[in-house]
C-alpha cells in the first residue's frame, strides 16, 4: 500500500541543539550536578561584576549567607518551569543579569544596588539614555562564561516535558526556605554573628547578602528611651516661636524674598587630597564675603540619590537612622508633613519649587504636595531653547533666568519662598561636551588621566558664572532677599579617581578621610545686611534650621534642636559623626562617642522617630510653627 504522503505545515522545523549519547541514569546526574553547582557560578560571577573576590574576600559565613539565596533561586525556578536544566539556566541568566546592573551601578552613581533603588527604577529610566552603556572586559568575560556553562548543559539529553512534581521534594525545600526566611528576618542570628548592612557599599558583604540585609532592616524599630514623656520634655525645652512674628516692627530686616538652590552634583574637588587645576573652578563663590554666611556641608550621599539631600533640607531630619538605601520621599513622607515650605508658608510667603527636568523623578509631585507647595514646575515648564542645553541638560544659566522671570511675575511686596534644585551638573561625564567650553583642567599628578574629571570641572566652572549672574541681578532688587546655595552630593566620576586620590578604597579608609567623599560647599547671601561667617561647618539636616536664624525668621522647636544638637554634633551622615571637640567617629561606632554626643543624639533618635514613624504623637506646635491657635 503507499503511503500517505505527509502534510506540509509551511514552517520549518527547527534546528535541533546536538546532544551527548549519554545513558538517561548518567544524564540525570549530570543535570543534578550541573543543578547544584549553578549558584556557585552564579554568585561567583555576580562578585566578579561586583568587583570582589568571591572566595576571598568575605567570611565563610558571609559566602555561605549569599550563596542561600542563589539555591533560592535555583529552586524556585525548579518549582516553576519544571525542569533542572530549565532552571539552572534561567536562574543563571537572571543572576548575570542582575550582577549587570549592578556594575552599571558602579559605574554610574558609586554604589551597588539597593531595595530602594526597586521603587525608584522611573527615576533611572528618565536619565538611563544619558550614559555609556558600552560593555567592558569583565561584562564580556563573564558573559561568555555563562554562555558556556548553558551551552554544555544544553549537549545533556534532557525530557521534553516537565518532571513530575514532588511532594517529598517540594514540602522540605519550603519547610527549610521558610526557616531561613524567619532567622534571617524575624530574628537577631544574623546581626548576633556580627554582620549588618553596609552602609556605604554593598561590597562589604556581598551583593545578595547586603541587598538582603537591608531589606531585612527597613523595618524601623523606636530607639531607647522613646516614649510620650521623652518627647513632652524635649518639646518643652525647645519651644516653636510664633509665626506672627514676621509680621512684627521690631527694626530686624527679615527676606520678602527667601531663595534656595540645591546645586546638582555642586562640588570643590579641592577639598580631595593632591588635587590641583589650571585655574579656581569656583572663582565667583570662593571671592563672597560681604553679607555673605559660607562654608562645607557634609552630604549623606554620594554620586547620586538626591532626594535625600533635598529631604535633609526642607525637613531637618537625617537619613542617617534610616535603613540603608532607603529613599524618604518614596517610603515615609505624607501628606500634611512638616517642611520648610509648610513653614514659610505658615509665614505667609508664597512657595514655589521649580525643577528643570522630568516631573516623574523621585515622586516630587506627590511630595511636593506632601509639604504644601503653593506651585511646582518642571521641565515643560521652563522657558529655553537649544542653546540653553549643556550636554544633556538645561544650563545653570537658563534655569536662574527662568527663577528671576517667576520672580518678576509676583506682586511687588508678596513675600516668596522659592526652593530649586538645578540640572547642569548632573552625571554621566563621559558625553559630548555640547556648549560647554574646555577652560579647566586637572594639572599636576592628575593631568590628563581623568577626562570624567575634567568635564566635571568645567560644569562647575558654568555653575560658578551662572550663580555670579544670580547673585548680580538680585543685588540690584530693592526687597530684601536672601539666597542659600549648596550642592546635594560630590559626582561620581571616575571610581580610581577617588581611590587613588584617598589612598584606598573607602571601606579601608578612616572616617575622617573617607568623609572628604561627603563635602559639598553652601554659601548663605544677603542683599542687606547680615553677620559675616566663613568656612562653617555642619551636615545638610542642619542648614535649613541655620538659614531661618540667619534670616530672622521664626524657628520651630525641632529647629532649635537641631541648632542645639549642632553646637554638640556639627556633622552627622551614614558615614560617621563629628563632635565638638573635633573628633570624628565611624557611624557604626557611634558607642564610642562622648557622653554628652551620645545623650544628644540619643535625643535626635527619639524626635525623629517621632516625626516620621509615630506621626500622631508629635508633641503640638512642635516641628511647626506656633500659630496660636
Not at 525530557?159 to 519550603?174: D, G, M
Not at 524599630?221 to 514676621?246: F, M, N, Q, W
Not at 524674598?257 to 570662593?286: A, C, K, R, Y
Not at 526642607?314 to 520621599?329: D, E, K, R, W
Request: with cysteine.
Amino acid at each position: 500500500m503507499p503511503t500517505k504522503p505527509k502534510r506540509h505545515t509551511g514552517r520549518k522545523a527547527r534546528p535541533r541543539w546536538p546532544k551527548l549519547a549519554l545513558e538517561p541514569s548518567r544524564a540525570a546526574w549530570l543535570s543534578r550536578l550541573a543543578f547544584a553547582v549553578g549558584p556557585l557560578v552564579s554568585y561567583s560571577l555576580v562578585e566578579v561584576l561586583n568587583y570582589n573576590q568571591p572566595w576571598g574576600s568575605f567570611t565563610p559565613l558571609q559566602v555561605a549567607l549569599n550563596l542561600v539565596w542563589y539555591y533560592l533561586g535555583a529552586f524556585f525556578f525548579y518549582f516553576v518551569l519544571g525542569r533542572r536544566d530549565r532552571a539552572t539556566k534561567v536562574a543563571m541568566l537572571v543572576a548575570w543579569a542582575i550582577g549587570i546592573v549592578n556594575r552599571y551601578a558602579i559605574a554610574f552613581r558609586g554604589r551597588t544596588l539597593f531595595p530602594g533603588d526597586i521603587v525608584t527604577i522611573r527615576t533611572a529610566l528618565n536619565v538611563a539614555g544619558n550614559y555609556n552603556y558600552t560593555p567592558d572586559l569583565m561584562m564580556v568575560l563573564t558573559g561568555l562564561c555563562v554562555a558556556l556553562f548553558i551551552g554544555v548543559l544544553s549537549l545533556l539529553p534532557a525530557p521534553a516535558e516537565r518532571q513530575r512534581f514532588s511532594w517529598k521534594l517540594f514540602l522540605p525545600t519550603l519547610a527549610g526556605s521558610g526557616a531561613f526566611l524567619y532567622f534571617f528576618f524575624c530574628t537577631n542570628a544574623v546581626s548576633d554573628a556580627g554582620i549588618s548592612p553596609s552602609m556605604w557599599t554593598t561590597r562589604g558583604n556581598g551583593l545578595a547578602l547586603n541587598f538582603s540585609l537591608c531589606l531585612r532592616y527597613s523595618r524601623v524599630k523606636a530607639p531607647d528611651g522613646y516614649g510620650r514623656d521623652a518627647l513632652t520634655t524635649l518639646a518643652e525645652e525647645h519651644p516653636s516661636e510664633e509665626a506672627a512674628v514676621s509680621a512684627s516692627t521690631d527694626g530686624i530686616t527679615r527676606p520678602v524674598n527667601l531663595i534656595v538652590v540645591m546645586n546638582e552634583s555642586l562640588s570643590d574637588l579641592s577639598v580631595i587630597p593632591g588635587v590641583e587645576t589650571n585655574q579656581d573652578p569656583m572663582p565667583f563663590l570662593h571671592s563672597l564675603e560681604e553679607n555673605t554666611v559660607k562654608g562645607w556641608a557634609f552630604s549623606s550621599v554620594f554620586g547620586g540619590t538626591t532626594a535625600n539631600s533635598e529631604y535633609e533640607f526642607l525637613t531637618g531630619n537625617t537619613v542617617t537612622f534610616l535603613p540603608a538605601g532607603t529613599v524618604p520621599y518614596h517610603m515615609y513622607v505624607g501628606q500634611g508633613d512638616p517642611s520648610l515650605a509648610g513653614q514659610m508658608e505658615s509665614l505667609g510667603y508664597a512657595t514655589v519649587a521649580m525643577h528643570p527636568y522630568y516631573s516623574s523623578g523621585w515622586n516630587r509631585v506627590a511630595v511636593y504636595n506632601d509639604y504644601g507647595f503653593d506651585e511646582q514646575y518642571f521641565l515643560e515648564d521652563f522657558d529655553y531653547d537649544e542653546s540653553d542645553i549643556i550636554r544633556e541638560y538645561l544650563s545653570d544659566r537658563a534655569n536662574y533666568e527662568n527663577l528671576i522671570a517667576r520672580y518678576e511675575a509676583k506682586e511687588e511686596g508678596q513675600p516668596l519662598f522659592l526652593f530649586n534644585v538645578t540640572m547642569q551638573n548632573h552625571s554621566a561625564y563621559t558625553g559630548e561636551w555640547t556648549n560647554l567650553p574646555e577652560e579647566v583642567h586637572l594639572t599636576g599628578a592628575y593631568e590628563g588621566r581623568f577626562r570624567t574629571v575634567d568635564q566635571y570641572l568645567n560644569l562647575v566652572y558654568q555653575s560658578d558664572q551662572a550663580f555670579e549672574y544670580l547673585i548680580d541681578y538680585f543685588s540690584q532688587v530693592e526687597e530684601p532677599t536672601m539666597i542659600c546655595m549648596f550642592g546635594d552630593h560630590q559626582p561620581q566620576v571616575a571610581t580610581n579617581f577617588y581611590t587613588e586620590a584617598l589612598g584606598g578604597e573607602v571601606e579601608a579608609l578612616d572616617t575622617d578621610t573617607a568623609e572628604k567623599k561627603q563635602i559639598v560647599p553652601f554659601v548663605i547671601w544677603a542683599n542687606y545686611d547680615i553677620p559675616e561667617q566663613q568656612d562653617v561647618t555642619l551636615s545638610l539636616n542642619y542648614l535649613s534650621a541655620l538659614l531661618m536664624e540667619t534670616a530672622g525668621l521664626p524657628t520651630t522647636g525641632y529647629q532649635d534642636f537641631l541648632l542645639s544638637l549642632w553646637e554638640d554634633l556639627p556633622v552627622i551622615n551614614p558615614v560617621g559623626y563629628l563632635d565638638r571637640d573635633g573628633d570624628w567617629t565611624a557611624e557604626e561606632h557611634w558607642e564610642e562617642l562622648p557622653d554628652y554626643a551620645r545623650e544628644s543624639l540619643a535625643e535626635y533618635r527619639i524626635l525623629e522617630y517621632c516625626n516620621i514613624f509615630d506621626k500622631g504623637s508629635r508633641p503640638e506646635d512642635f516641628y511647626t510653627l506656633d500659630t496660636g491657635e
